[in-house]
């Protein structure tokens, strides 16, 4: 840590007016390898407080306060949310910033408006304009991310933009804004180092993100953290709407969607992965609360932006089909809840033999999350190339011990070709435990 900091301080000392990062790598670099990244190097990135980020954001004349927002917490479900809410608002004419993390891909698609991600020739002038900004503050990766986001947004003049939390709520660099509405979706174990070892304290951090006299969706009833929701929600005058009360989903001959009962939309069922009726009461009352504040959004803007979501936002890496014969499946949801709504769709699919490539982070319990996985599987162990990856042997003993085996095949690539392989034409390949091994996919 303390050579990363010598090594952050000299770079920024270099950078000086007439020294400037003069391209799109180069700022990758700089950002990358100068800035402590969660995703790459876990707890010495986490930050504590919104000191750093409340710092940057009065020092760009505070662009959170200059756009209209919906915030979107979570643990599992979030992102289709935030991709959801952003292409609905899109179809219904509203100019939508989008801001998600991690990127699978390319670190502009953090930061997108009408589903255009941000240009590289923005990230290289923000970096370059805020240099000795960013030497003075010494902000994580999240932090800068965060910030140039929401410059952009209020430079673009967005008319709204939803913004995903990065982890928790409480505490998260995006923590900054005033929204118009809050959504909070299922919460279950993850990140449990930094936000608690029990269901009710992750509920307390992600509750955090609920505002004075700011409605709050809260997409289904978890009996045992529902209170928690309602009296810090009550504590801050928040009307509180729980999704799944006024929408459900049922998936049969087709995908359908009920509002009070009623039938209010249909979809075909290779449209939407089963797990997206737990998504979509809330993303639907998340646009009712806007169209109590004054956004005018019909019911054919709320049609298309769903039937068209991967389109409009450019969604990667939910429930994403790669290639046919053999069938090739991703998806990056990694921690107990995530697994088990893959499971219950891998379950819905047809083939003859399964294949799983599987990789994993090392700072989390994996045993349960392996525990849900079929073991009737072939297995193709991995490790995504990041510092925080669990080693591949270390993750095939864990998965030994809970009868799942497989054969080590180091990296993400090599897993992907063993497995490619292996398979014949009627067999399925999934391939996650990780949003890092997802991103390594050169189909995606």
């Known amino acids: 840590a303390l050579l990363i900091l010598r090594s952050f301080t000299h770079i920024c000392g270099q950078m000086s007016?007439?020294?400037?990062?003069?391209?799109?790598?180069?700022?990758?670099?700089?950002?990358?390898?100068?800035?402590?990244?969660?995703?790459?190097?876990?707890?010495?990135?986490?930050?504590?407080?919104?000191?750093?980020?409340?710092?940057?954001?009065?020092?760009?004349?505070?662009?959170?306060?200059?756009?209209?927002?919906?915030?979107?917490?979570?643990?599992?479900?979030?992102?289709?949310?935030?991709?959801?809410?952003?292409?609905?608002?899109?179809?219904?004419?509203?100019?939508?910033?989008?801001?998600?993390?991690?990127?699978?891909?390319?670190?502009?698609?953090?930061?997108?408006?009408?589903?255009?991600?941000?240009?590289?020739?923005?990230?290289?002038?923000?970096?370059?304009?805020?240099?000795?900004?960013?030497?003075?503050?010494?902000?994580?990766?999240?932090?800068?991310?965060?910030?140039?986001?929401?410059d952009y947004f209020a430079k673009q003049e967005v008319d709204i933009a939803v913004v995903e939390v990065g982890m928790g709520g409480r505490l998260d660099s995006t923590n900054v804004i005033n929204p118009e509405v809050s959504l909070i979706t299922n919460i279950s174990y993850d990140h449990q180092q930094w936000l608690g070892d029990s269901l009710e304290k992750i509920a307390a951090e992600k509750a955090g993100i609920i505002k004075e006299n700011t409605p709050v969706v809260i997409s289904e009833k978890q009996e045992k953290i529902f209170d928690v929701f309602k009296d810090i929600a009550a504590s801050k005058h928040a009307p509180i709407t729980l999704a799944s009360d006024a929408y459900q989903c049922l998936q049969e001959d087709s995908f359908k969607v009920l509002k009070d009962n009623q039938?209010?939309?249909?979809?075909?069922?290779?449209?939407?992965?089963?797990?997206?009726?737990?998504?979509?009461?809330?993303?639907?009352?998340?646009?009712?609360?806007?169209?109590?504040?004054?956004?005018?959004?019909?019911?054919?803007?709320?049609?298309?932006?769903?039937q068209n979501m991967v389109t409009n936002t450019g969604l990667k890496g939910r429930w994403q089909t790669l290639q046919q014969q053999p069938k090739i499946i991703c998806d990056v949801g990694h921690n107990e809840a995530g697994m088990r709504l893959i499971v219950k769709q891998l379950q819905l699919e047809e083939y003859n033999q399964l294949h799983i490539v599987f990789g994993t982070v090392n700072d989390k319990d994996v045993k349960p999350v392996l525990k849900l996985l079929p073991k009737e599987a072939n297995f193709y162990f991995c490790q995504a190339d990041i510092p925080r990856a669990m080693p591949v042997n270390d993750l095939k003993d864990a998965a030994n011990a809970v009868g799942l085996t497989g054969v080590v095949c180091g990296s993400v690539k090599s897993a992907i070709a063993t497995a490619k392989n292996s398979a014949s034409a009627d067999d399925l390949i999934f391939v996650g435990g990780s949003t890092f091994v997802v991103a390594e996919l050169d189909e995606l």
């Open 17 to 150: 007016s007439s020294q400037l990062l003069e391209d799109y790598q180069s700022v990758l670099d700089f950002l990358y390898t100068q800035l402590p990244m969660f995703q790459r190097v876990g707890a010495s990135a986490y930050k504590k407080d919104l000191t750093n980020t409340l710092k940057l954001c009065k020092a760009l004349d505070n662009p959170e306060r200059k756009f209209k927002a919906v915030h979107v917490a979570g643990t599992n479900g979030k992102g289709s949310c935030s991709h959801y809410t952003a292409s609905i608002l899109q179809e219904a004419g509203f100019k939508t910033g989008l801001y998600t993390s991690p990127h699978l891909k390319n670190f502009t698609e953090r930061i997108k408006i009408n589903g255009e991600e941000i240009p590289q020739q923005a990230v290289v002038n923000f970096v370059n304009k805020n240099r000795l900004l960013v030497k003075e503050i010494q902000p994580s990766f999240f932090e800068i991310t965060v910030a140039m986001a929401f």
């Open 263 to 306: 039938p209010f939309l249909e979809f075909p069922n290779a449209l939407l992965a089963s797990y997206q009726t737990k998504n979509l009461p809330a993303v639907l009352s998340v646009v009712d609360a806007l169209s109590a504040k004054g956004f005018k959004i019909n019911q054919k803007a709320i049609k298309n932006g769903i």
